[in-house]
């Protein structure tokens, strides 16, 4: 009898931004994690940040979010559109309270804050948000308890590394590096 495989949601918004939502998708999808992607209103089309449009087949509100292992929030200028998203913010909390992964990028984890996450936890973000995250660290990703979290776009590789190794192990995640970065690991 095999495990059931690892399942990770990621929630996309007009706006996102298209390198933070996607690379992850793509190494967890090489990792064997069953990825899903879904809007967060009623929307059967997102369009990112720099035009890529990406078709949806799913919607927050029609999830069971407690089926999914991993719960992904990329960045990008959408991110001011959906603070204090009600469902958004109860899916945060909700999914980090039960000690399963949650990743945020960029300017996501503002909404890490609006779901009254922050206090005690350390994170990072992108510089465009320090203003109301004073206490992020300055460092590329973080790592504390449950919750990965990565300045920017720049940092999506490291990021979706990061999330590989919390979902499986860290020689898939060593292996998923060198077979995408060959130059770094020879």
Not at 10 to 20: A, K, M
Not at 36 to 61: C, F
Not at 65 to 80: E, H, R, T
Not at 117 to 133: D, I, K, R
């Amino acid at each position: 009898m095999t495990d059931a495989p690892r399942t990770a949601l990621v929630l996309l918004f007009d706006g996102f931004e298209e390198i933070e939502a996607l690379t992850p998708v793509d190494l967890l999808s090489r990792a064997g994690v069953a990825v899903t992607l879904a809007g967060v209103d009623s929307a059967q089309a997102v369009t990112g940040r720099s035009g890529i449009t990406v078709q949806l087949a799913h919607q927050l509100k029609d999830l069971t979010v407690q089926d999914f292992d991993c719960l992904i929030l990329p960045g990008g200028p959408g991110i001011a559109n959906l603070r204090r998203h009600p469902l958004i913010c109860q899916t945060l909390a909700a999914h980090f309270q039960s000690g399963r992964t949650l990743g945020c990028i960029c300017a996501a984890p503002l909404l890490l804050l609006d779901a009254g996450l922050l206090p005690g936890l350390q994170f990072t973000c992108h510089p465009s948000a320090e203003e109301e995250l004073p206490d992020a660290q300055n460092k590329a990703v973080v790592l504390d308890q449950n919750c990965i979290t990565a300045r920017g776009a720049g940092n999506a590789l490291a990021l979706s590394l990061a999330l590989v190794r919390q979902m499986t192990n860290n020689e898939v995640a060593q292996s998923i590096a060198r077979a995408i970065l060959p130059i770094f690991f020879s």
